[in-house]
């Protein structure tokens, strides 16, 4: 069980806002070690697996289609406590909920194109980083 590292994405409306490397670079200014990051674009059919715990939600369909209209980049992250201090980091899910200072109170556009992703658990941070890293050297 991995209990100091969390995974992220930074989505396809940050991504295309150019926002990339002013949120990395306060991922690392908050203590954040990137171990492993790739850029992508997921199809709509992997978006849907990627948020299938999400399947039965009235959001679904429009985040699979959100989150496969552009590149993202799917990055692991160390730290101690990672998981809980990472969702400080990024705020509420709703920017106009997020709290000052947060990336996505900074970078958010709306509750679906919310600039970034993190996981909720040391479980689904395990379950999330595979299917982005699943057979890559991490160090
Ligand atoms: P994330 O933290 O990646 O987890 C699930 C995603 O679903 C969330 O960020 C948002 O992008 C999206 N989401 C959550 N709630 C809503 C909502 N009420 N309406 C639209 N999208 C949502």
């Known amino acids: 069980m991995i209990t100091n590292r969390t995974f992220t994405i930074i989505k396809p409306d940050a991504v295309e806002a150019g926002s990339s490397g002013a949120i990395l670079k306060m991922i690392e200014e908050a203590g954040f070690r990137i171990v492993a990051m790739r850029m992508t674009k997921l199809s709509p059919e992997r978006a849907g697996e990627f948020y299938a715990v999400h399947k039965e939600r009235p ?44 990336i996505r109170k900074l970078f958010a556009k709306s509750i679906e194109a919310n600039a970034i992703h993190g996981s909720d658990s040391d479980e689904s941070a395990a379950i999330e980083s595979n299917f982005f890293f699943a057979g890559m050297d991490i160090f």
């Open 59 to 102: 959001f679904y369909k429009g985040l699979c289609t959100y989150m496969s209209s552009g590149r993202i980049i799917a990055a692991i992250l160390e730290k101690e406590n990672a998981v809980a201090d990472f969702r400080k980091l990024i705020g509420a899910t709703d920017p106009a909920l997020a709290e000052e200072g947060t």
